[in-house]
């Protein structure tokens, strides 16, 4: 290996050579190769002219480290190799066309071999013909419709033929063959390949070493891949490096046939003159010296290509470009170690570690992998790696999936195939990748796991199977509890599932580490149990975690019969062993909760079809009862409830046993209720009794919601107990909340009766009158200040009038009686609600940032679940259309938080009634302006109002017919509250201002309605008010102007307007949150809410590029390096002087100058309203690429996915 290398050299050396622009050949001396006799003995060969970046030796590499500067071409050295001789060809000779070998590559249904050996006949016939048809054929293949005459061949050099080429080029779009998408050319990249690889083939024992075809074609070749036309660069570089690869091949097969021909020679010239057949020795001397020639002359040829393209391109500005020579980069590096394996070559792949586009770093990684899978490549790669490895360590978090999952494989190899491997604090990098979101990245985290994994039991091979499996075991739950990702252990299950499958299937040896004393401590215990339960849904149902997505993978035949044979085998083995675990941990609500997971994987049906399995079946349910009448913990409890559900269904033939079960347990915890309910109505009951009562209520509740509690009539006994509570102002939530619950699940268990049977009459009124009861109940509950009482009692509202409503009793005509709408009062107080409880920020600002993440995510879950009930009541009617205007202001506000819910519900209005939903969007933003003029009135608050105005417009979608009523209806609304009478004490003409806001519809409009606004405006308008500013604003609006041009208008003029829009006073609110209403009159009148409009977060993860240049005003710049060289390999190497992305903001607008443009004429156009989306949304910033940066080096590609979920899917929910 040598000793200096890349690590002494400074990329400087390379500076010789511009990126752009330059001149430089390959100066390949011409000379026509010698005819021997074809009889007679062969003389030797006189040796060759050497070119001058020709290697000195055959043993040398031909890509040296340290040029020798003297050989370093001049700037001005022509493209052309030296004159060629010229030979006239025959005009009557009609060969192979440039044309027909391109339709040929392009068809791809031609043989290359067939078409290679036609033009092969043609060059025989005549070299200058023949190179001229295959420079055309090149021409062609970039897209160019010029043409190399023989004129051009023979007079002009290389460098004016590519000039006078790109002058000509007259490309009809910025496509050419290699970039053109579609069927055409779907090919051709493919076929133009295979054709200059047979071409070398067909020609690597004779025309390759000719001295014309090939340093020629390559010499135009560097010219074209020096150009500032992008498809001459692109296509050139491609044959090219393919040419190279192809050269590289025939060059091992020489350097073989060279050292078996040296072989052979030194054998015959050891032998005696009496031994030596005649003129055998003279022959193999002749046979070497010629072999010696060939492999200088392809070592010249390689030379060349390497130093005059490759060097080059390799940090071409294209990304596909330095993709494509660092891949083939990895070809020569594995084909041929001996010339291109060293220190010179492996920089270059480590320098584009560093590349800002994830294409090129992901090919340089895959052709580090191809490297390290040599065991006998890993000793000249030492260097590399010490050099290096830091950086690979960090591209694990690689912003591209793809980048960090080969990453990680390439690791692994450098783990398993090098002698020191990887130290214990460098895997610390790949671990945490198990819990990865994206599933292809934790899958390969999760190998290289498990083989460190089992590297560390490697050392103890004594140990059987089980005992092996133990151990690893041990050593996964010590993994677990190290890495504290906890409550994680589904994803790192399905990590492991695919190189551990049969190890985490070992369910006698995890129930054995569980059921006996193993030495686990208590810790261990809860993850292992947490790993078995994670595994037994893993086989069972064989579906990813939440947040990781499979693809649309369609489960076959094969693996449903695997996944029935696992559920089989794990009924077998936990259904004797379930009671005995059960037992052994029943004072552990963790453990406990997970441990009744299990039965809802099992297959059932084998406790009533197995008769030796029956008697556990009893045992289950009585460890079932026994931790109902033993806990209280919520997870428990429902955990309880949803294997109560899955027992008592009437699929099975022993659900009349656990139904007697339960109903015994219910009528235990009912009699203990009853016991103190007296004392808890009169207020005499002592703390003792209250807990007694409220840990049975809560059983009751839990049960309520698997099993129908109807037959026990509880109802009459929580509400009295409600009520006494909230007159004596003793607040108990347990109790309270338990009440509730109960009160909720007998109504509810009451409809579903209703609607399986036929009740009576007076049955049917009865249970309205609970209704409405219950419902005032929780209406004072929302006006409490404890804030688990009302959040119940908002969520049971939502609930039970849905179940309640219209709509549910629009299919059954008898239940019409049960349909119970929501009096006034509690429609305000539900408005009032929302708005002081879930678009506020008064609860996440007191929790505290680092302590309370955890509690700040189920905070905003909770109120997402409230919104969501909320909206549903909208949508099915149970609530007015009108009401959404709690919800449509703060969609800017809370974008972040509700903005899914909140636009599917206005997709969902506009389905219900688009008219009136159009109105209600105009309602929402009359109420925020005029809240606006109660105070302090102010631009910036008209801006915002402007900014949610713009949002909500983008509502309305691009089919513009569509939506040509409810916008004609808005306008009017708008324009009507703008000339509204004011009401006694304030200002003439004060709403006028409004009309601002209403033009950022104005865009959304078709002409015709235009006309027709503009007619009503004047007929609202008082002749003086047209003249005012915003009035003319809203003007242009629907004159088609740009509202953001007319307000700058506007502005402009305010300075001599004969008439200012009156501005009134409004005081300063917290821009933190809402204030909450306190006037508990008409919720239309009672909100009072500072809309603050934060910009959005970006998404998208797309950088916006500068605007491209013509091609005509190229410049050197244009296909300059996207890499640019750091000034040492030690900067590169590590990494610390690497100039970052320098943020360039845009110029920001004032909120009255981002309006819409409107002033186009194809409006209608659904690019047009798509692209006016993209200007709409948040400020950007576009970034200014100093130096290349690698997207890893500040993002995670791995995010961890939440498990605290209240349901698979809200939305999903909300809209069912």
């Known amino acids: 290996m040598a000793s200096g290398g890349y690590l002494s050299d400074s990329v400087e050396e390379f500076d010789d050579f511009s990126d752009s622009g330059s001149e430089y050949a390959a100066t390949l001396k011409v000379s026509k190769r010698r005819k021997q006799a074809a009889t007679g003995p062969q003389p030797p060969k006189r040796s060759r002219h050497k070119a001058a970046l020709r290697v000195s030796s055959p043993s040398s590499s031909p890509i040296p480290t340290s040029p020798d500067p003297s050989q370093q071409p001049s700037p001005r050295t022509s493209w052309n190799a030296s004159p060629r001789p010229m030979t006239r060809v025959n005009e009557d000779n009609r060969g192979i066309s440039a044309e027909n070998i391109y339709d040929a590559v392009c068809s791809g249904k031609s043989a290359m071999v067939t078409v290679v050996d036609e033009w092969l006949d043609s060059y025989k016939q005549s070299r200058e013909a023949g190179l001229l048809v295959l420079i055309n054929f090149i021409v062609q293949s970039c897209g160019c419709k010029g043409v190399v005459t023989r004129e051009m061949l023979d007079s002009m050099q290389n460098a004016e033929i590519i000039s006078t080429l790109t002058t000509e080029f007259n490309e009809d779009s910025v496509n050419y063959p290699l970039c053109t998408p579609g069927p055409q050319l779907k090919h051709f990249k493919v076929g133009l390949c295979e054709f200059f690889r047979v071409l070398v083939r067909s020609c690597r024992n004779s025309l390759i070493y000719d001295e014309y075809l090939f340093p020629s074609l390559l010499a135009m070749l560097t010219g074209l891949s020096d150009s500032q036309v992008r498809a001459f660069r692109h296509t050139s570089t491609l044959i090219a490096m393919k040419l190279m690869t192809v050269l590289v091949e025939v060059a091992v097969i020489v350097s073989v046939q060279l050292q078996t021909t040296q072989r052979q020679y030194d054998m015959e010239n050891g032998r005696g003159a009496h031994d030596r057949a005649p003129g055998r020795l003279e022959e193999l001397e002749a046979t070497v010296r010629e072999i010696q020639e060939n492999r200088e002359e392809l070592s010249s040829m390689m030379n060349s290509t390497f130093r005059g393209v490759f060097v080059h391109r390799y940090r071409d500005r294209l990304p596909e470009i330095r993709a494509m020579c660092i891949e083939e980069l990895g070809m020569w590096l594995k084909t041929d170690p001996e010339d291109f394996l060293n220190d010179g070559c492996l920089k270059y792949l480590g320098w584009t570690l560093h590349d800002k586009q994830s294409p090129v770093r992901l090919q340089c990684v895959r052709a580090l992998q191809c490297l390290y899978q040599e065991k006998e490549f890993i000793g000249r790669l030492e260097l590399f790696t010490s050099r290096f490895k830091e950086r690979m360590l960090t591209m694990v978090l690689d912003k591209d999936s793809e980048v960090a999952v080969e990453v990680v494989n390439l690791l692994l190899l450098l783990q398993q195939m090098t002698e020191d491997g990887l130290r214990e604090e460098e895997c610390g990098h790949v671990y ?160 406990v909760s997970l441990l009744l997971k299990a039965p809802l994987y099992f297959s059932l049906e084998m406790y009533s079809s197995t008769p030796r399995l029956e008697k556990h079946l009893d045992l289950l349910l009585a460890q079932v009862c026994g931790i109902i009448e033993k806990h209280t913990d919520v997870t428990v409890l429902e955990a309880c409830a949803k294997l109560v559900t899955t027992l008592c269904a009437d699929c099975y033939t022993f659900s009349s046993r656990t139904n007697l079960a339960f109903s015994q347990l219910m009528d235990g915890l009912t009699e203990c209720l009853n016991t103190y309910l007296s004392d808890l109505v009169q207020g005499t009951a002592d703390e003792d009794h209250v807990y007694s009562a409220a840990t049975a209520l ?156 955890a509690l700040k995510i189920t905070l905003l879950q909770r109120k997402r679940n409230q919104l969501a009930g909320y909206c549903k009541l909208i949508i099915y009617g149970v609530l007015d259309i009108t009401a959404a205007t709690n919800v449509f202001k703060h969609y800017s506000k809370y974008f972040k938080d509700f903005g899914d819910i909140i636009k599917e519900t206005m997709s969902k209005s506009k389905v219900i009634n688009p008219v009136q939903s159009a109105k209600t969007v105009c309602l929402s933003l009359q109420q925020l302006f005029s809240e606006m003029l109660t105070e302090d009135h102010s631009r910036q608050d008209l801006g915002e109002i402007r900014d949610l105005a713009k949002r909500l417009a983008m509502s309305f979608g691009i089919d513009l017919n569509r939506a040509r009523k409810p916008l004609v209806a808005l306008h009017t609304e708008g324009v009507r509250f703008a000339f509204r009478d004011p009401p006694e004490g304030e200002e003439q003409q004060s709403n006028v201002a409004f009309l601002e806001i209403l033009s950022e519809f104005s865009f959304k409009l078709l002409r015709q309605d235009r006309t027709v606004l503009a007619a009503f405006l004047k007929s609202e308008c008082p002749g003086a008010a047209l003249s005012w500013p915003s009035v003319r604003l809203y003007q242009r609006s629907l004159d088609g102007q740009s509202s953001a041009k007319a307000t700058r208008r506007e502005e402009r003029s305010d300075a001599v307007s004969s008439h200012d829009t009156p501005v009134a006073k409004r005081k300063r609110i917290n821009p933190q949150g809402s204030v909450a209403s306190t006037v508990r009159g008409s919720w239309l009148d009672s909100i009072s809410i500072h809309s603050s409009l934060p910009t959005p977060a970006l998404t998208s993860t797309v950088q916006r590029h500068p605007a491209k240049q013509l091609a005509s005003s190229a410049t050197k710049s244009d296909i300059s390096s996207g890499l640019t060289d750091p000034e040492s390999e030690d900067e590169f190497a590590l990494g610390s002087n690497m100039r970052k992305v320098k943020p360039v903001r845009r110029a920001q607008l004032s909120s009255s100058q981002t309006g819409p443009p409107l002033d186009q004429q194809d409006l209608n156009s659904p690019l047009t309203l798509l692209s006016l989306i993209e200007d709409d949304s948040a400020e950007e910033e576009e970034p200014e690429i100093e130096d290349c940066e690698s997207d890893s080096d500040h993002e995670s590609a791995y995010t961890l996915p939440s498990t605290r979920h209240t349901s698979a899917s809200i939305l999903d929910e909300l809209f069912d």
């Not at 190998?447 to 133990?470: R, Y």
């Open 432 to 591: 945490p990748l198990v819990y990865a979101s994206n599933r292809a990245l934790a899958s390969v985290a999760g190998v290289f796991l498990f083989n460190k994994l089992k590297d560390v039991l490697a050392s103890d091979t004594q140990e059987n199977d089980k005992s092996e499996n133990a151990a690893l075991f041990r050593i996964l739950i010590s993994f677990v509890i190290q890495s504290e990702f906890h409550e994680h252990g589904a994803y790192l299950v399905d990590s492991l599932w695919g190189v551990a499958r049969s190890e985490l299937r070992d369910w006698e040896t995890m129930t054995t580490l569980l059921l006996h004393e193993a030495g686990l401590m208590y810790e261990e215990e809860g993850v292992l149990v947490e790993l078995m339960m994670c595994a037994i849904r893993q086989a069972v149902e064989a579906t990813p975690p939440v947040g990781r997505t499979r693809g649309k993978k369609i489960v076959g035949m094969k693996d449903k019969k695997l996944q029935e044979q696992d559920r089989r085998r794990i009924t077998t083995h936990f259904i004797p062993l379930l009671p005995q675990l059960l037992a052994k941990y029943s004072a552990d609500a963790g453990k």
């Open 698 to 853: 809560k059983r009751i509740a839990a049960l309520s919601s698997a099993k129908d509690p109807t037959s026990w009539k509880l109802f009459d006994s929580c509400l009295e107990l409600l009520k006494s509570r909230m007159e004596s102002r003793e607040f108990d939530n347990e109790l309270m909340v338990s009440a509730l619950k109960c009160a909720a699940f007998y109504l509810m268990w009451a409809k579903v009766n209703a609607v399986n049977s036929t009740p009576a009459e007076g049955e049917l009124k009865r249970l309205k009158k609970e209704m409405r009861s219950f419902c005032k109940v929780c209406e004072t509950c929302l006006s409490l200040n404890q804030t688990e009482i009302r959040d119940r009692a908002f969520e049971l509202l939502c609930d039970l009038l849905l179940l309640y409503s219209t709509s549910a009793a629009s299919f059954e005509p008898d239940l019409q009686t049960l349909v119970h709408l929501p009096s006034d009062s509690l429609r305000s107080e539900m408005a009032s609600f929302l708005l002081d409880y879930v678009f506020s920020d008064t609860e996440d600002a007191e929790l505290d940032v680092e302590d309370d993440e």
